[in-house]
Each structure stands twice: as structure tokens, then as C-alpha cells.
């Protein structure tokens, strides 16, 4: 079956620090990927996506991702955390032209 | 610009009564789609829609309804509402099968 699945249901970093945000993916048709940030009380806004043109894709916020195609990854990260970066975050594949379908979600806590 | 606008915010329903949840977009999107919010189990798709007048089912599609009559407007219809289908509804637009989605601020509706 074709599945997102993002590793860690929670991740916490201090401030400053690395974030390393997991997605593995199975798509049987060449991918389209994305990453979304949703804060609390509010829908989804698009961090980046990759649509097959060149496998590093930089994002809002400073957040960027890797598409690895030989791993089925799409690890999303940022250098230096921030404690406005406190949200949970989705990985989604477009899996056909009409459907996309997303991970279980990230919360991702920031400490001082 | 709107964007994609959800009607109501918050709703309580008792067990057995039906509503419709409203959701619109200005974007002159083809593409719309209903996804539930569970802990846990990230954004699940309901049904979605690829134009006016054309709709099909995603993952989780039983105990809801919807029609597409004009490409702003894609409601969600649930006919008699049962407990499981506690949830935080988003709905979603997209110009073409290659672009992100933009999404709604949510419903958040509870089952009595």
C-alpha cells in the first residue's frame, strides 16, 4: 500500500540546535512531496515541496529538505531552531493526480 | 483574498442529527478535498472532488456526503452523526494536481 510515515511522534531540541524532522514514503509512481507546518488552532501552510527538479528544496522559515530517492526519504531540517518553530509538522505525497495523502504528524517542542 | 473559508468554527451535535459543514474557496481552485484531524493519525481524506459536478471517496468516506455544483463550494454532509466522527474537519483547494493545497482554519465539531 502507498504510505507516509513520519518517524517520532514528538521530537524536542533546544533552541538553537539542529531539527531533524523524519518522512519515509512509498509512492509506485514517481513522487511529489511536500511538508506542511500546522500551528495551534489553525490549518496547514506549505513549508516546501518537490515536485522532481532538484532533490534539495528550500522552504519558508529557513526549513529545507532532501529527497532521497534510494532511501524513499524526505527528511525535513533546519540548522538552528527557533522557539517560534514550536508546531507539528506533515509530510504528504500526492499519490495520483487527485489524491494526496499525509503522515501522522510531528509535534515539535522547542526548549530554552 | 479569502482563501479557502470554513463554516461554522466549532459545532456540537447529539448522536442521530445531521449537518452540513461549509466550506468555500476564491480561488477559482479545481481541486477541493475533506480531510479529518485525529491525535495520532495525521490528516485522513474523506472525499475530495477534481471539478464541478465530479466527486469520488478517499480513505475514510462512510457517514458523509458531499457534491460539487459550483467550483467555489465543496460542503460536507453528515447525515447522522455518530460519536466517531468527533474530529477536527479541514477542507482543502488546489489549482491543479501538481500544486500544494491551501487550506481552511477548520471545524472543530464534537458528538454528543
Known amino acids: 500500500a502507498q504510505s507516509v510515515t513520519q518517524l517520532g511522534s514528538h521530537v524536542s531540541v533546544s533552541e538553537g540546535a539542529l531539527v531533524l524532522l523524519r518522512c519515509n514514503y512509498s509512492?509506485?509512481?514517481?513522487?511529489?512531496l511536500f511538508w506542511y507546518v500546522q500551528y495551534p488552532n489553525q490549518g496547514l501552510q506549505l513549508l516546501l515541496k518537490y515536485t522532481s527538479a532538484a532533490t534539495l528544496v528550500k522552504g519558508i522559515n529557513g526549513f529545507e529538505a532532501e529527497f532521497k530517492k534510494s532511501e524513499t526519504s524526505f527528511h525535513l531540517t533546519k540548522p538552528s531552531a527557533h522557539m517560534s518553530d514550536a508546531a507539528e509538522y506533515f509530510c504528504a505525497v500526492r499519490l495520483s493526480a487527485s489524491k494526496i495523502i499525509f503522515g501522522s504528524g510531528t509535534r515539535l517542542s522547542i526548549r530554552p | 483574498n479569502a482563501g479557502v473559508t470554513q463554516t461554522p468554527k466549532f459545532q456540537v451535535l447529539k448522536t442521530g442529527q445531521s449537518m452540513t459543514l461549509q466550506c468555500a474557496q476564491d480561488?477559482?481552485?479545481?481541486?477541493m478535498s475533506w480531510y479529518r484531524q485525529d491525535p495520532g493519525m495525521g490528516l485522513r481524506l474523506i472525499h475530495y472532488s477534481v471539478g464541478a459536478g465530479i466527486t469520488d471517496q478517499g480513505e475514510v468516506p462512510n457517514g458523509y456526503n458531499v457534491s460539487r455544483s459550483t467550483t467555489e463550494d465543496f460542503p460536507l454532509r453528515l447525515l447522522s452523526a455518530a460519536p466517531s466522527q468527533t474530529s477536527v474537519y479541514f477542507c482543502a483547494s488546489r489549482r491543479d494536481s501538481n500544486q500544494p493545497q491551501h487550506f481552511g482554519d477548520g471545524t472543530r465539531l464534537s458528538i454528543l
Open positions: 480561488m477559482n481552485h479545481e481541486y
Open positions: 509512492s509506485s509512481v514517481p513522487p511529489y
